[in-house]
């Protein structure tokens, strides 16, 4: 009895800490059963259709376990990649300068939520719903206002111009295979690696976990609570960077009014699928990772069992509520059924007592 209990518990905590695993490879499994001609090649693709969501996901994942959200995901991709089309077109094609620009421009757009999340102290929902707005009206005013030779002599949307040498480089970064994985399947990897060190091996990584388990307790426990949250913002602009940048490198091309388009909730999604807690302080990075493939998975599903494309979204909204519904039903069901709730090794002791 013993041990078949011991057995229940570690099963127990290996699906509390890893479902998200479990819920990809059974989505896959699914997507495996409706495409008949699925091959090696189009498996490393689900890594190249969820670089740039992944990417901007594990920004997200951050801001969302400080207990904040950012809803300008999609509209800071348009507005970075479409003026990294312009550095990419004055420069003459240089990929270092439109790399170091994109990187930056993300980070200053991720400063200005930061700062009035942050520091001013206002909601995130309404800030980052107000920068949605603001980010894309003015890449889309732009576009409209700048030397078409800047643009690549389109009319509405930012091009990168075909002549210039740096443009073959990176359309080939962007669509080229390493041993049949693709290369910003690759990028998404490494990011995931190094975040998943920021999160779980750094003081930076712990504070962010504690703000989001306890934000007065983090506060009475001597962190910064203000600045952490603005640099929390920070680093998802510089992913949405990087994102933009990986954007062009595939598409070689941003459109003001589509690209980016729902990209925050696709994000958002991701980042639920992989188990990190809407209300912060809560989940792991590797969990992003696994999102992002999930929802990219989920796609190639609707996709293969030829839905009416108008129903797409709403199938994904479905699964979005579900999967927040068992996150919100799991801690009630322990409640009811007398388990203790487990606080994150991350929060201190000062943490525990300002929150009980």
């Known amino acids: 009895m013993s041990t078949a209990k011991n057995k229940s518990t570690i099963f127990g905590k290996i699906w509390s800490n890893y479902s998200f695993i479990f819920v990809f490879f059974m989505i896959f499994l699914v997507y495996a059963m409706t495409n008949s001609s699925l091959s090696?090649?189009?498996?490393?693709?689900?890594?190249?259709?969820?670089?740039?969501?992944?990417?901007?996901?594990?920004?997200?994942?951050?801001?969302?376990?400080?207990?904040?959200?950012?809803?300008?995901?999609?509209?800071?991709?348009?507005?970075?990649?479409?003026?990294s089309v312009i550095v990419f077109n004055k420069t003459g094609g240089n990929i270092f300068a439109v790399l170091v620009f994109a990187l930056f421009m993300g980070a200053v757009l991720g400063l200005i939520n930061g700062v009035l999340v942050g520091v001013v102290r206002m909601p995130s929902f309404i800030v980052t719903l107000a920068t949605m707005l603001i980010y894309r009206s003015l890449a889309q005013y732009y576009c409209q206002h700048i030397a078409k030779e800047l643009i690549g002599g389109g009319s509405s949307v930012y091009k990168m111009t075909s002549s210039f040498n740096g443009y073959d480089a990176m359309y080939n970064f962007g669509n080229g295979k390493i041993a049949s994985l693709p290369i910003v399947g690759l990028v998404l990897i490494l990011a995931t690696v190094i975040f998943m060190y920021i999160t779980n091996d750094t003081k930076f990584g712990k504070k962010i976990y504690a703000i989001g388990s306890c934000e007065k307790g983090a506060f009475m426990a001597g962190i910064n609570v203000r600045l952490m949250k603005m640099t929390a913002f920070v680093i998802m602009g510089i992913m949405i960077g990087a994102s933009a940048f990986l954007w062009i490198c595939m598409n070689g091309s941003s459109d003001p009014a589509t690209t980016g388009t729902s990209y925050e909730m696709y994000a958002i999604a991701a980042v639920v699928l992989g188990g990190v807690s809407m209300s912060g302080g809560k989940g792991k990075i590797i969990g992003v990772l696994f999102g992002s493939l999930s929802y990219t998975v989920i796609d190639k599903i609707i996709i293969a069992l030829k839905m009416d494309s108008l129903i797409n979204n709403a199938i994904k909204g479905v699964i979005l509520i579900l999967v927040i519904l068992i996150q919100v039903a799991g801690p009630q069901l322990k409640e009811r059924f007398g388990k203790k709730l487990i606080v994150p090794d991350k929060v201190t002791e000062a943490e525990r007592a300002a929150c009980n």
């Open 40 to 83: 090696l090649s189009a498996t490393m693709n689900i890594f190249r259709h969820s670089a740039v969501i992944g990417i901007t996901a594990i920004g997200m994942g951050l801001v969302c376990i400080t207990g904040e959200i950012d809803l300008s995901a999609g509209s800071m991709l348009a507005f970075v990649s479409g003026f």
